[in-house]
């Protein structure tokens, strides 16, 4: 579980066993109308698998994926694979543009328990140079 001080965030995810196509569990999170491109870098959490967990059928804990607000594009993501508290920062791409909110997603199509999972430490790395200049292509 979570740190006593930490306020993380718990998501239980039931996923209906058995069950051979995929499953998600989403996490909604809405901020202000932001140039995330212009201002920062890098999205960074903290995710930890609670050990009571089910891994899924390829033996990992699915696919932890950062996205938009509207589910496209992927900000980042990357396979689950252990309980303990693992630091994630996913690069914010430089046509990213302005955001209002995005969805944490655990997901695959293997999935064949429960999952219980803590978010922590939601961080923005604040870009301390312009981004680059993106060029149509010739």
Request: hydrophobic share 35%; net charge negative; proline share 9%.
């Amino acid at each position: 579980q979570g740190r006593q001080t930490s306020g993380s965030l718990r998501v239980a995810a039931n996923y209906f066993t058995p069950q051979a196509t995929w499953q998600q569990a989403v996490v909604s999170i809405s901020f202000p109308d932001t140039n995330v491109s212009a201002a920062f870098t890098h999205v960074n959490v903290d995710v930890r698998i609670d050990p009571s967990s089910t891994p899924s059928g390829n033996g990992d804990y699915g696919l932890f994926e950062f996205k938009t607000a509207s589910g496209t594009p992927t900000i980042g993501g990357v396979r689950l694979t252990g309980t303990e508290w693992t630091h994630l920062s996913f690069d914010v791409a430089p046509g990213l543009g302005s955001l209002n909110g995005f969805i944490i997603q655990l997901g695959d199509d293997d999935m064949v328990g429960p999952i219980t999972y803590n978010l922590d430490n939601l961080t923005w790395t604040v870009r301390t140079a312009p981004p680059p200049l993106l060029l149509p292509p010739p």
